[in-house]
C-alpha cells in the first residue's frame, strides 16, 4: 500500500536517453533522486563492455501528519530499495538493459486503515522488472529505444512501454531526445474499517493510466559550460485519489464513523519545465545546477532548485555535497484535519498536495581508480570480472509540516566479461 506516487516515481525514466534527463525532475526516491533508476541510460558507443550495477538504498521518514488518519497520527515508514541494473552489449551498435529489484517496506501510518497497530507496523513488498533495448542508427547520430516494464504489491500492478529518440549534432555539441512512456495501473479499492459499505477489506478495483512525454534539448556553449532545457508532460486519469485516506470536515468531532473517503478529480495535467548548467571550473571542480518550475491543474505551483559540487580530490576519489530547495502552494482540494467544508466535491488532508517548503542535504562519495578496484572471478567459467567503482551517498530531507527523512544509498559497480 506504498504511497501511489513512490510507485510512478520509481517507473519513471525507462529508457531516457540522456543522462541530464534522468537527474531530471523525477525522483527515483522520495527525496532523494538516486539510488535505483528503472533503467540505465541508452549510452553512445554500444560496443564493449556488459555492466552490471548493484543498487542498495534504505530511506527513513517520520512525521505528524498522515493522510490515513486525515492529516494526523504518525507518517512513520522505512524502505529498503535492492536493484540489479544490467547492460549488455549486442554488437557495436545495440544493447540490451534489464532492471529488477524490489522495495521491502514497512508503513505504521497504513496499520490505522483498521486501527489495530500490528509489530512493529504494517508491511509489503514490491517487486518491479524493466527491460529495454537501444541502438544507434547508420551514422551513430541517432539512438532509438523501446522499453518495457511491469510491477506488483499487494493492492497495485502497473505494466508500462516506452519509446525514446536522441539526435547528435555533426559537431557533437547539441543533442535533442524525446522519451514517451505509458502506464497502465490498476489499484485494487480498500477503504477504512469503519467506511466499508460490504463488510469485505477489498472492495474490486480500478484502473489508472498516465501518459508521460519528456523532450531536453542540450548544448555545449564553452569548453566549460554546458546547459539543457528539458520538460517532462505528464497526463493521468482514472483512480487518482487514495481509498484509504481519510478526511474529516467542520463540525464533526473526528471520531471514527465521521470521516469520509479522500476524493480527487478523475485527471491530472502536470507540465514542468526545467534548466541545467554545468561549468567545469577548474580540472578539479564541476558545479552543477539545477532549477524547475512546475505546475499542475490540481492548483500545485512548484519552484524546485539544485545545486552539487563534486570535488577530485585524488584522480580517483571525488566528493560532491550537494543541496536540494523546493518549494510549493497547496493543491486547490487540500484542507488540514477538520478543515474542510462538508459541502465540497473534492477534498484531500494528503500533506503531499499542502503547501510546504523542503530542505534537503547530502554528501557523496565515488571511488573510480583506472584499473578498477579489484579482480575476481567468476562462479561462470572462472572468468575475469572488474568491481570497477563504488557510489556512496547519505542525504537528509526536512519539510516545513514536520516530516523528516533520511536515505542511505550505495552503488557497486562492475564489468563482466
Same mark, same amino acid.
Given at each position: 500500500?506504498?504511497?501511489?506516487?513512490l510507485?510512478?516515481?520509481?517507473?519513471?525514466?525507462?529508457l531516457?536517453?540522456?543522462?541530464?534527463?534522468?537527474?531530471?525532475?523525477?525522483?527515483?526516491?522520495?527525496?532523494?533522486?538516486?539510488?535505483?533508476?528503472?533503467?540505465?541510460a541508452?549510452?553512445?558507443?554500444a560496443?564493449?563492455?556488459?555492466?552490471?550495477?548493484?543498487?542498495?538504498?534504505?530511506?527513513?521518514?517520520?512525521?505528524?501528519?498522515?493522510a490515513?488518519?486525515?492529516?494526523?497520527g504518525?507518517?512513520?515508514?522505512?524502505?529498503?530499495?535492492? =536493484? *540489479? $541494473?544490467?547492460? @549488455?552489449? &549486442?554488437? %557495436?551498435?545495440? /544493447?540490451?538493459?534489464?532492471n529488477?529489484?524490489?522495495?521491502?517496506?514497512?508503513?505504521?501510518?497504513?496499520?490505522?486503515?483498521?486501527q489495530?497497530?500490528?509489530?512493529?507496523?504494517s508491511?509489503?513488498?514490491?517487486?518491479?522488472?524493466?527491460?529495454?533495448?537501444?541502438?544507434?542508427?547508420?551514422?551513430?547520430?541517432?539512438?532509438?529505444?523501446?522499453?518495457?516494464?511491469?510491477?506488483?504489491?499487494?493492492?497495485?500492478?502497473?505494466?508500462?512501454v516506452?519509446?525514446?529518440w536522441?539526435?547528435?549534432?555533426?559537431?557533437?555539441?547539441?543533442?535533442?531526445?524525446?522519451?514517451?512512456?505509458?502506464?497502465?495501473d490498476?489499484? =485494487? *479499492? $480498500?477503504?477504512? @474499517?469503519? &467506511?466499508? %459499505?460490504?463488510? /469485505?477489506?477489498?472492495?474490486?478495483?480500478?484502473?489508472?493510466?498516465?501518459?508521460?512525454?519528456s523532450?531536453?534539448?542540450?548544448?555545449?556553449?564553452?569548453?566549460?559550460?554546458?546547459?539543457?532545457?528539458?520538460?517532462e508532460?505528464?497526463?493521468?486519469?482514472?483512480?487518482?485519489?487514495?481509498?484509504?485516506?481519510?478526511?474529516?470536515?467542520?463540525?464533526?468531532?473526528?471520531?471514527?464513523?465521521?470521516?469520509k473517503?479522500?476524493?480527487?478529480?478523475?485527471?491530472?495535467?502536470?507540465?514542468?519545465?526545467?534548466?541545467?548548467?554545468?561549468?567545469?571550473?577548474?580540472d578539479?571542480?564541476?558545479?552543477?545546477?539545477?532549477?524547475?518550475?512546475?505546475n499542475?491543474?490540481?492548483?500545485?505551483r512548484?519552484?524546485?532548485l539544485?545545486?552539487?559540487?563534486?570535488?577530485?580530490?585524488?584522480?580517483?576519489?571525488v566528493?560532491?555535497?550537494?543541496?536540494?530547495?523546493?518549494?510549493?502552494?497547496?493543491a486547490?482540494?487540500?484542507?488540514?484535519?477538520?478543515?474542510?467544508?462538508?459541502?465540497?466535491?473534492?477534498?484531500?488532508?494528503?500533506?503531499?498536495?499542502?503547501?510546504?517548503?523542503?530542505?534537503?542535504?547530502?554528501?557523496?562519495?565515488?571511488?573510480?581508480?583506472?584499473?578498477?578496484?579489484?579482480?575476481?572471478?567468476?562462479?561462470f567459467?572462472?572468468?575475469?570480472?572488474?568491481?570497477?567503482?563504488?557510489?556512496?551517498?547519505?542525504?537528509?530531507?526536512?519539510?516545513?509540516?514536520?516530516?523528516?527523512?533520511?536515505?542511505?544509498?550505495?552503488?557497486?559497480?562492475?564489468?563482466?566479461?
Open positions: 500500500m506504498k504511497n501511489s506516487a510507485l510512478l516515481s520509481l517507473s519513471l525514466g525507462l531516457v536517453p540522456l543522462k541530464s534527463l534522468a537527474q531530471g525532475g523525477n525522483t527515483q526516491n522520495r527525496v532523494d533522486g538516486y539510488g535505483a533508476p528503472a533503467t540505465p541508452a549510452t553512445r558507443g560496443a564493449g563492455e556488459t555492466e552490471l550495477n548493484i543498487l542498495m538504498s534504505y530511506y527513513q521518514q517520520d512525521g505528524s501528519h498522515g490515513v488518519e486525515g492529516g494526523r504518525t507518517e512513520h515508514l522505512t524502505n529498503l530499495t535492492p =536493484t *540489479i $541494473i544490467l547492460n @549488455v552489449p &549486442l554488437d %557495436t551498435l545495440s /544493447r540490451l538493459s534489464a529488477l529489484g524490489m522495495d521491502v517496506y514497512a508503513s505504521a501510518s497504513t496499520d490505522r486503515i483498521d489495530v497497530l500490528s509489530s512493529p507496523s508491511s509489503d513488498t514490491r517487486f518491479h522488472a524493466d527491460f529495454g533495448y537501444t541502438r544507434q542508427l547508420p551514422g551513430r547520430r541517432s539512438i532509438v529505444g523501446l522499453g518495457a516494464g511491469v510491477s506488483t504489491e499487494y493492492d497495485y500492478k502497473s505494466v508500462n516506452a519509446a525514446s536522441a539526435q547528435t549534432s555533426r559537431d557533437g555539441n547539441r543533442e535533442l531526445s524525446v522519451a514517451g512512456q505509458v502506464f497502465f490498476q489499484a =485494487t *479499492i $480498500i477503504r477504512p @474499517v469503519e &467506511l466499508r %459499505t460490504n463488510g /469485505r477489506k477489498e472492495d474490486g478495483s480500478a484502473p489508472r493510466q498516465s501518459y508521460n512525454l523532450a531536453v534539448l542540450s548544448q555545449v556553449l564553452t569548453q566549460r559550460l554546458q546547459v539543457s532545457v528539458s520538460t508532460l505528464v497526463y493521468q486519469k482514472g483512480l487518482l485519489s487514495t481509498p484509504f485516506h481519510r478526511v474529516y470536515f467542520q463540525g464533526s468531532t473526528g471520531a471514527l464513523g465521521e470521516a473517503v479522500e476524493a480527487l478529480p478523475g485527471s491530472r495535467f502536470k507540465y514542468p519545465v526545467g534548466l541545467r548548467l554545468s561549468y567545469y571550473a577548474s578539479l571542480v564541476l558545479l552543477r545546477g539545477y532549477y524547475r518550475f512546475y499542475d491543474d490540481f492548483g500545485i512548484a519552484h524546485t539544485e545545486l552539487e559540487t563534486p570535488v577530485k580530490i585524488t584522480p580517483f576519489f566528493v560532491y555535497p550537494f543541496y536540494r530547495y523546493h518549494t510549493q502552494t497547496q486547490r482540494y487540500f484542507a488540514p484535519y477538520l478543515q474542510h467544508q462538508p459541502g465540497e466535491q473534492f477534498y484531500t488532508s494528503d500533506y503531499d498536495l499542502s503547501g510546504f517548503s523542503a530542505n534537503k542535504l547530502g554528501l557523496g562519495l565515488r571511488y573510480s581508480p583506472v584499473y578498477g578496484i579489484g579482480r575476481f572471478k567468476t562462479p567459467g572462472g572468468r575475469i570480472a572488474q568491481f570497477k567503482a563504488l557510489d556512496l551517498r547519505y542525504a537528509h530531507y526536512r519539510r516545513s509540516t514536520d516530516l523528516t527523512a533520511d536515505i542511505f544509498s550505495a552503488d557497486f559497480s562492475f564489468i563482466l566479461p
